[in-house]
C-alpha cells in the first residue's frame, strides 16, 4: 500500500536531550497506525513535528510523496495534517457550531457567512454520524465524549489527510469507547489516516492496522 505520510530519519534535541534520534515512520492513507512507547519515549516530539509545533534537526517528512515542511500548526492543519489533543482544545462558553468552526468561518466579502457556517458544521457532525448534538448549546453542557466528537467534527472541517488522536479514550466510559471506536472505523472507511497514541494494547490490537514502537527516542 503506497505511503501517504512518511517520516524518514528525523532527529530533534532540546539542549543536551536528544528527544528523537533517527525516527521513521510509515503511514498508508486510510490507516490506523498506533504510535506505542512510555512516558518519554518522544512520541510527544514527533506528534509536535508532524503537526507544525516545531520542526526536526535532521531528517524530512513526505505526505502524499511532497516534501511537507509546516511553519506553523495552522499551516500543518492547512496541509491535511490535524491533530485532537488529550486534553481537548475547545472554546467552552462558545457553542456546538462555534467551535466546530472556529478559526475558519466563512465570509464572504468581510461578512460572517452564519447560514454556511451552521451547514458546515451540522455536515462535520452528520459525517460522524452525531446530528443530534445541538448545534446551539455551549459545548461546555456537553459530556466528554460529545466534546471529543466536538473536536474531531473541527478537525473534519478542514478535511484532513492524517488525524493525530493523542490518549482519545483516557477520560472515556466504555460505552464511549465502543462509540469513538465506530467514528474511527468510519474515518478509515473514508480514506482518512488515524495516528493512534495510546498506552492501552489492547485497543491498539483491536483497532489499529499497524504499529510502530517508540524507545528513548528510536523507532524499535
Given amino acids: 500500500m503506497p505511503a501517504r505520510l512518511r517520516v524518514i530519519g528525523v ?3 532540546f539542549g543536551a536531550t536528544r528527544a528523537l534520534r533517527n525516527v521513521n515512520l510509515e503511514i498508508a492513507a486510510g490507516e490506523v497506525h498506533a504510535l506505542i512507547g512510555e ?9 509536535k513535528i508532524l503537526s507544525g509545533a516545531c520542526r526536526p534537526d535532521e531528517g524530512r517528512i513526505e505526505l502524499e510523496g511532497q516534501p511537507f515542511v509546516p511553519d506553523h500548526p495552522l499551516h500543518a492543519r492547512q496541509c491535511g495534517i490535524s491533530m485532537i489533543y488529550q486534553e481537548l482544545n475547545l472554546a467552552p462558553h462558545l457553542s456546538v457550531e462555534e467551535n466546530i468552526l472556529l478559526g475558519e468561518e466563512p465570509a464572504r466579502f468581510g461578512w460572517l457567512q452564519c447560514g454556511k457556517r451552521r451547514e458546515l458544521a451540522r455536515a462535520a457532525l452528520g459525517q460522524l454520524r452525531h446530528e443530534s448534538i445541538p448545534l ?6 456537553r459530556s466528554i465524549a460529545e466534546q471529543q466528537i466536538v473536536e474531531i467534527a473541527r478537525a473534519l472541517v478542514g478535511r484532513p489527510k492524517v488525524l493525530i488522536m493523542d490518549e482519545p479514550t483516557s477520560s472515556l ?3 464511549h469507547v ?3 471506536f465506530r467514528v474511527i472505523g468510519h474515518l478509515r472507511q473514508t480514506g482518512v489516516s488515524v ?4 498506552h492501552f494494547i489492547e485497543e491498539c490490537q483491536r483497532i489499529c492496522q499497524r504499529y510502530t514502537i517508540l524507545r528513548d527516542g528510536e523507532s524499535v
Fill in 136 to 141: 446551539d448549546a455551549p459545548v461546555h453542557t
Fill in 39 to 47: 512516558n518519554g519515549a518522544g512520541k510527544s516530539t514527533l506528534m
Fill in 11 to 13: 532527529s530533534k534535541s
Fill in 178 to 180: 465502543e462509540n469513538l
Fill in 173 to 175: 466510559t466504555q460505552a
Fill in 195 to 198: 495516528i493512534y497514541i495510546s
